[in-house]
Each structure stands twice: as C-alpha cells, then as structure tokens.
C-alpha cells in the first residue's frame, strides 16, 4: 500500500517580506526624490484702500426702556429724545448700536430701525438687555 502517494497542496505565499519591500521602496524613493524648490506660484492678491475716519462719526446708542421711552448715549452721555427728532440726530453718523428691553414689542424696535435705516446709516446693531 505504500504505492500510493498523498498529493501536496499548494502552499501560500507568506506575504511578510513582501510588505517590508514594499516599505522599504517607499522610503526610497522619498529620500531620493529632488523637490523643486524654485517653483512658485503667481497670485494676484487685491489691493486694499485705507480710508481716512474721521473721529466726528463716533458710535451713536440708541436705547428704548419698557416703557417706550427713547434716550440716546452718545460720547458717554445719556440724554431723552423723541423718536420723531432721531433723523435729525443721525445727520453723518455711520454706526448705530439700538439697545432694547427684552419685553419691548417687536415692533418698536421694527420701526426704529427702519427709521435708522432710512437716516443713510451703514452699521447697525441690535442688543436686548433685561
């Protein structure tokens, strides 16, 4: 019985060494490869325009308590105004900040910045405040 032979299976190929090749490859050819240092790349960047501000355009606060009352603080002064005189205070003033109380209806403060708005100022902000 010795005739007959078990036949072998094919055996795997262990892919170990093949991955340090690999690697070693890798670091090869980064080591050796020559980076161009001299390119560069052409942008073409804006050029910016500094305008000259004037210290007369100082923000202006406009503050509306609970009870609709208007005051306006401006250079660290608080004093009362009308909501019908606020065109008139706004004449060349480029920043406005409106404080309000957080009760205060929508609207209130709705129409006043559009009053603002329509006085030609650019920046406008709005806070709310207890």
């Known amino acids: 019985m010795g005739r007959f032979r078990k036949k072998r299976g094919i055996t795997p190929m262990d892919m170990t060494p093949f991955i340090d090749i690999v690697f070693l490859l890798i670091i090869f050819f980064m080591v050796s490869t020559t980076f161009n240092k001299y390119g560069n790349i052409d942008i073409d960047l804006p050029s910016a325009n500094v305008e000259n501000t004037n210290q007369d355009n100082k923000s202006i606060e406009i503050i509306i308590d609970k009870n609709g009352k208007y005051f306006i603080n ?51 902000g709005i806070n709310f405040y207890e």
């Open 74 to 124: 401006k250079d660290g002064q608080t004093t009362p105004i009308e909501i019908e005189n606020l065109g008139a205070l706004l004449q060349g003033v480029k920043e406005v900040t409106i404080s309000g109380d957080k009760e205060l209806k929508y609207q209130v403060i709705m129409d006043t910045v559009s009053k603002v708005k329509n006085a030609g100022v650019e920046n406008l």
